[in-house]
Nanobody, 120 residues
Framework: QVRLVESGGGLVQAGGSLRLSCAAS????????MGWYRQAPGKQRELVAV???????NYADSVKGRFTISRDSAKNKIDLQMNSLKPEDTAVYYC??????????????WGQGTQVTVSS
């Protein structure tokens, strides 16, 4: 069984910063892409940023230049540094990982989500 645990959400004023973290645990043999998605009320879940096993990032246009995703493969962990936050960044942020375990092929796992609220 694989578990993704997020931390670091909260309330911040526009222009402020937050750092989200996600750690994967369990019988993990390898992790391919890891990333962050978000879902605002009444909207579909959308990609925020992903990072490959090799460390190559990819960002949604709406967060380019403001958010930075990083990865510590030894710890099965990713972080999302969010700067210059805007009210439209308000959403529940979900960690996502493509994980292979010792008894199964790779599949997608999701964290429970962490709330980010940006006040104007």
């Amino acid at each position: 069984q694989v578990r993704l645990v997020e931390s670091g959400g909260g309330l911040v004023q526009a222009g402020g910063s937050l750092r989200l973290s996600c750690a994967a645990s369990g019988s993990i043999s390898s992790i391919n892409t890891m990333g962050w998605y978000r879902q605002a009320p009444g909207k579909q879940r959308e990609l925020v940023a992903v990072i490959t096993r090799g460390g190559s990032p990819n960002y949604a246009d709406s967060v380019k230049g403001r958010f930075t995703i990083s990865r510590d493969s030894a710890k099965n962990k990713i972080d999302l540094q969010m700067n210059s936050l805007k009210p439209e960044d308000t959403a529940v942020y979900y960690c996502n990982a493509d994980v292979a375990t010792y008894d199964s092929f790779s599949r997608i796992y999701w964290g429970q989500g962490t709330q980010v609220t940006v006040s104007s």
